[in-house]
């Protein structure tokens, strides 16, 4: 089982694969989006910039968008002759739960477009031998981005669309590949934000470059899926070890024990901690900051997201500023 599904569309990065959903629901004559509150931004603008009106949807703890607030705004645009898209996004690896499940099943059957980004989860099929890809569930659109958890190039994917047409490469979407395999070849807080920056100027879907879909050949989805096992079961027995000095319980959460992506703790130290392991050279791999533009009430707080895979040296180092 490769990393690619046979039947995706292959993009540079996963907000060209957004712009390639937004520009179908357009010309299905959508003309709103309902996304999570709580989601990157890059997720948002390809709606956009395709003239969609966005509507966010408070998230409940589990960090999904909530059941009853995802099911009220349904009904709201329903009424109103709308037949919108829903962004469903399985936010640090976590599935949605029975309610927010049916509800979205309920959008899909009703003439609603279901988009659901799956670039936290994606690997979780990997770790189990004999199963296949998990597939775009009722005709629902798939969009996977594995440019900020994977040691290649810019690389994304859509699913459940057919094919699509993509625009040529130009000069300036390999100056964003050469960016991004500079940083990856010296990773560094500059090299990372000069390749963001590029990426910032990128929402043109277009072919990955042939380099980085060698590398992506290359990969096995099943290792990788396992290492990342390993690093979780490695933290969260030191968690346990931790726990068991500190007075009270409760003190750290675990948000997603049993995803195949980076382990995601709640905590009021996660800010010190973030920039404790910022200073050793472990950055985190999620994270998303709070838009204050926006104006948006509730947004998660306290959340630390850990790197996938930890060597030895640097799990060590991660206990000891966990302790502090």
Same mark, same amino acid.
């Given at each position: ?27 299905? /004559? ?8 709580? $989601?990157?931004?890059?997720?948002? %603008? ?7 009106? *966005? ?20 009904? %709201?645009?329903? $009424?109103?002759?709308? $037949? #919108? ?22 959008? /899909?059957?009703? /003439? ?23 597939? #775009?569930?009722? /005709?629902?659109?798939?969009?996977? $981005? ?5 040691? =290649? ?35 560094? *807080? ?28 290359? *990969? ?14 490695? *933290? ?28 995601? =703790? ?33 947004? #998660? ?24």
């Amino acid at each position: 089982m490769g990393l690619i599904p046979d039947d995706a569309t292959v993009v540079a990065l996963g907000r060209q694969a957004f712009g390639l959903a937004a520009q179908r629901a357009r010309e299905q /004559g959508r003309r709103t989006v309902l996304v999570p509150q709580f $989601s990157c931004q890059t997720m948002v %603008t390809p709606w956009q910039l395709e003239g969609l009106a *966005v509507h966010r949807v408070p998230v409940a703890e589990d960090l999904l968008m909530d059941p009853g607030m995802l099911a009220a705004q349904l009904a %709201t645009l329903r $009424s109103a002759g709308e $037949s #919108p898209v829903v962004l469903h996004c399985e936010t640090f690896g976590i599935h949605a739960g029975a309610d927010l499940d049916a509800v979205l099943t309920a959008a /899909g059957r009703r /003439g609603g477009q279901v988009v659901v980004d799956r670039t936290h989860s994606f690997l979780q099929a990997h770790r189990r031998p004999g199963v296949d890809r998990v597939e #775009p569930e009722r /005709g629902w659109t798939e969009v996977v $981005s594995i440019r900020k958890l994977m040691p =290649l190039g810019e690389l994304a994917w859509i699913t459940g669309t057919g094919d699509l047409e993509l625009a040529a490469r130009t000069p300036a979407d390999d100056r964003l590949t050469a960016a991004r395999m500079r940083f990856l070849a010296q990773p560094g *807080v500059e090299a990372f934000e000069a390749a963001e920056d590029l990426a910032d100027d990128s929402w043109t879907p277009v072919p990955p470059h042939p380099r980085t879909l060698e590398q992506a050949r290359e *990969v096995d989805p099943a290792a990788l899926a396992e290492q990342i096992m390993e690093t979780r079961r490695a *933290v969260l027995a030191a968690l346990a070890e931790l726990a068991e000095r500190w007075c009270g319980d409760g003190r750290i959460d675990v948000l997603n024990p049993h995803a195949v992506c980076p382990l995601v =703790l709640r905590w009021p130290g996660a800010g010190r901690a973030a920039l404790a392991l910022h200073r050793l050279g472990l950055e985190e791999p999620i994270h998303w900051d709070e838009p204050a533009h926006l104006g948006t009430a509730g947004w #998660p707080q306290n959340l630390l997201c850990l790197p996938a895979v930890l060597s030895t040296r640097q799990l060590a180092r991660l206990i000891e500023v966990l302790a502090r």
